[in-house]
């Protein structure tokens, strides 16, 4: 049978041959240190390996982007991890986690009533099971990427009372897991959250503990969502770097250059380790994501209430420019402080880029430069059933299992030119062979939607359909369906769709409430006018009988 056709150029995500003893052998010794000379020797040479970099890469910046000595870093540590421990917000992923899914305590509490445990900073006995713990971090640390807390809240929480533990996603269908991520955005997310969760049962039900190993065997997992749940489901002292870690660290230590650059992102990696407290890493690197998102934020950042004001070289920046402005000095290059050994520092702003008085610290971190989405357009139909007692129908087609909004549903759709010309034959024979002969008379253009993915801004042009009154459509080829209207609000469609159906929604309404305001209106329908009003309404107003015999003598 055939396949829908897809509006957008997928992306097939390239998959690597099958490795399941490599990955079991990985997985049943990523706790456990190599005990073989050949190992221990191989352990010992990747740290050394690591070091000289670090080396390599202080060496070629200006100690001014630096922490000067470990008491430096100690203070960091301390200001910021007191100022999270009063500060932090209370969401759902930051609850304990029970053996029996229950608790909703913070995690940390006196310690008169809980016991040190290696990995977490303090853990009731007995109450914690380390992975669900590491699930529930997972999933919140993939929902949270490109999507704000407050739209990932709810969703979190439909979808660990939906599938409370690892072995339960697992037994999930792809079809559920769409469903409840609809909207989500970034669809493939859920599908990796998904694969990987059948690959940990697959291995033994344990997900790995260490950042390293993570990123080697579960799809979709990156270097900081890995170090997120090693740090915070299992204490590995390993650093992270996302958004909001990224520009914390870029005015903290005034780093003007891109950060998106390879130099630029290691050294921010490079700084994120070392700052990174080993008694509480996971507390850490969340105290250190929550000031990001709360106080060092991209625009009007809260200056006066953070925590490590006092270490901030951005905000030092600030007072001398302030200082230099109210004294009429002529403003000087950052030399004073930044002092590279030779030719321009890596990591300040370039000379094309000065500073910005009235940005102030929001001068840093550099904006980067991004590509434009590329242009596509589509031609869309909702194609309705109408019934006699109710009940329409809408016909659905489901997109390939790869690529872009893979496995999700959406409405039958061709490929269109990008000048706008909408293909309404080739739409028409792109319904008929789902849903049989159909009378193109009744396809009509309703307007259009426009949704940009995260590359592709998309151009829906938005055709509608109804059969009213005709035989009803019985054929159901596979990878189709027909949803009442209810079960469509529900259904895995993605927010494109929505926003399709909600112009053809509007387009019927509209149709009705112009069907109803062509009526006569009676005169206690009427809005009441003035008295003047009045007498230029009914001089202008044509009369309209509106007694019964009047109207049948205008009829004859």
Same mark, same amino acid.
């Given at each position: 049978?055939?396949?829908?056709?897809?509006?957008?150029?997928?992306?097939?995500?390239?998959?690597?041959?099958?490795?399941?003893g490599r990955e079991k052998q990985v997985l049943?010794?990523?706790?456990?240190?190599?005990?073989?000379?050949?190992?221990?020797?191989?352990?010992?040479?990747?740290?050394?390996?690591?070091?000289?970099?670090?080396?390599?890469?202080?060496?070629?910046?200006?100690?001014?982007?630096?922490?000067?000595?470990?008491?430096?870093?100690?203070?960091?540590?301390?200001?910021?991890?007191?100022?999270?421990?009063?500060?932090?917000?209370?969401?759902?992923?930051?609850?304990?986690?029970?053996?029996?899914?229950?608790?909703?305590?913070?995690?940390?509490?006196?310690?008169?009533?809980?016991?040190?445990?290696?990995?977490?900073?303090?853990?009731?006995?007995?109450?914690?099971?380390?992975?669900?713990?590491?699930?529930?971090?997972?999933?919140?640390?993939?929902?949270?990427?490109?999507?704000?807390?407050?739209?990932?809240?709810?969703?979190?929480?439909?979808?660990?009372?939906?599938?409370?533990?690892?072995?339960?996603?697992?037994?999930?269908?792809?079809?559920?897991?769409?469903?409840?991520?609809?909207?989500?955005?970034?669809?493939?997310?859920?599908?990796?959250?998904?694969?990987?969760?059948?690959?940990?049962?697959?291995?033994?039900?344990?997900?790995?503990?260490?950042?390293?190993?993570?990123?080697?065997?579960?799809?979709?997992?990156?270097?900081?969502?890995?170090?997120?749940?090693?740090?915070?489901?299992?204490?590995?002292?390993?650093?992270?770097?996302?958004?909001?870690?990224?520009?914390?660290?870029?005015?903290?230590?005034?780093?003007?250059?891109?950060?998106?650059?390879?130099?630029?992102?290691?050294?921010?990696?490079?700084?994120?380790?070392?700052?990174?407290?080993?008694?509480?890493?996971?507390?850490?690197?969340?105290?250190?994501?929550?000031?990001?998102?709360?106080?060092?934020?991209?625009?009007?950042?809260?200056?006066?209430?953070?925590?490590?004001?006092?270490?901030?070289?951005?905000?030092?920046?600030?007072?001398?420019?302030?200082?230099?402005?109210?004294?009429?000095?002529?403003?000087?290059?950052?030399?004073?402080?930044?002092?590279?050994?030779?030719?321009?520092? =890596?990591?300040?702003?370039?000379? #094309?880029? @000065?500073?910005?008085?009235? /940005?102030?610290?929001?001068? *840093?971190?550099?904006? %980067?430069?991004?590509?434009?989405?590329?242009?596509?357009?589509?031609?869309?139909?909702?194609l309705e059933q109408l019934r006699a007692l109710?009940?329409?129908?809408?016909?659905?087609?489901?997109?390939?299992?790869?690529?872009?909004?893979?496995?999700?549903?959406?409405?039958?759709?061709?490929?269109?030119?990008?000048?706008?010309?909408?293909?309404?034959?080739?739409?028409?024979?792109?319904?008929?062979?789902?849903?049989?002969?159909?009378?193109?008379?009744?396809?009509?253009?309703?307007?259009?939607?426009?949704?940009?993915?995260?590359?592709?801004?998309?151009?829906?042009?938005?055709?509608?359909?109804?059969?009213?009154? =005709?035989?009803?459509?019985?054929? #159901?080829? @596979?990878?189709?369906?027909? /949803?009442?209207?209810?079960? *469509?609000?529900?259904? %895995?469609?993605?927010?494109?769709?929505?926003?399709?159906?909600?112009?053809?929604?509007?387009?019927?309404?509209?149709?009705?409430?112009?069907?109803?305001?062509?009526?006569?209106?009676?005169?206690?329908?009427?809005?009441?006018?003035?008295?003047?009003?009045?007498?230029?309404?009914?001089?202008?107003?044509?009369?309209?009988?509106?007694?019964?015999?009047?109207?049948?003598?205008?009829?004859?």
């Amino acid at each position: 049978m055939k396949k829908p056709r897809t509006a957008v150029r997928t992306c097939r995500r390239k998959q690597a041959s099958s490795q399941e003893g490599r990955e079991k052998q990985v997985l049943s010794s990523s706790p456990v240190k190599p005990s073989t000379p050949d190992g221990e020797e191989l352990r010992l040479s990747q740290g050394l390996a690591r070091r000289q970099k670090e080396v390599v890469l202080r060496a070629s910046v200006s100690p001014y982007h630096l922490f000067r000595d470990t008491a430096e870093v100690t203070v960091f540590r301390e200001n910021l991890l007191s100022w999270y421990d009063r500060e932090k917000r209370d969401l759902p992923w930051r609850r304990r986690v029970s053996r029996q899914g229950a608790g909703t305590e913070g995690w940390h509490q006196p310690p008169s009533t809980l016991t040190p445990c290696p990995g977490l900073h303090w853990q009731a006995e007995g109450e914690v099971d380390p992975d669900r713990r590491a699930y529930a971090v997972w999933v919140s640390e993939v929902m949270l990427q490109q999507t704000q807390v407050a739209t990932v809240i709810d969703y979190y929480t439909r979808w660990m009372q939906k599938w409370p533990t690892l072995q339960d996603l697992a037994s999930a269908s792809l079809e559920e897991v769409n469903q409840l991520w609809a909207g989500l955005g970034y669809y493939s997310r859920g599908r990796w959250l998904q694969e990987g969760a059948q690959k940990v049962v697959k291995l033994g039900g344990h997900v790995p503990h260490t950042a390293e190993t993570l990123q080697k065997l579960l799809p979709g997992v990156g270097r900081y969502t890995a170090g997120a749940i090693a740090s915070i489901a299992f204490g590995e002292a390993t650093g992270v770097v996302d958004g909001n870690v990224v520009r914390v660290l870029c005015r903290v230590r005034a780093i003007g250059a891109d950060p998106g650059s390879t130099f630029v992102s290691q050294q921010l990696w490079s700084l994120a380790q070392q700052l990174v407290d080993p008694a509480r890493p996971g507390d850490f690197n969340q105290a250190a994501m929550e000031l990001g998102a709360t106080v060092c934020t991209p625009q009007h950042p809260r200056c006066s209430q953070c925590p490590v004001q006092s270490m901030c070289r951005a905000h030092q920046r600030v007072e001398r420019e302030q200082l230099l402005a109210s004294q009429s000095l002529p403003s000087s290059p950052d030399v004073e402080e930044c002092a590279p050994s030779t030719g321009q520092c =890596q990591l300040c702003a370039p000379p #094309t880029e @000065p500073w910005n008085q009235t /940005l102030g610290v929001a001068n *840093f971190p550099r904006k %980067a430069s991004r590509r434009p989405p590329r242009e596509e357009c589509s031609a869309i139909c909702v194609l309705e059933q109408l019934r006699a007692l109710g009940g329409a129908r809408i016909l659905l087609v489901q997109r390939p299992k790869s690529g872009l909004l893979a496995g999700l549903w959406e409405f039958p759709s061709v490929t269109a030119e990008p000048s706008g010309r909408c293909p309404r034959e080739a739409l028409l024979q792109e319904l008929q062979s789902w849903a049989g002969p159909l009378p193109a008379t009744h396809l009509q253009h309703l307007g259009q939607v426009v949704h940009t993915f995260s590359h592709i801004k998309l151009t829906y042009q938005v055709y509608g359909l109804a059969l009213e009154g =005709q035989t009803p459509v019985t054929i #159901t080829p @596979p990878g189709t369906r027909w /949803l009442t209207r209810e079960e *469509f609000h529900t259904a %895995a469609v993605s927010t494109a769709m929505k926003k399709v159906f909600r112009v053809y929604e509007g387009q019927r309404l509209g149709t009705c409430k112009r069907s109803k305001t062509s009526q006569v209106s009676t005169p206690s329908t009427r809005r009441k006018l003035s008295p003047g009003q009045q007498v230029l309404d009914s001089f202008f107003r044509p009369h309209i009988p509106t007694d019964a015999s009047s109207l049948k003598s205008m009829a004859q």
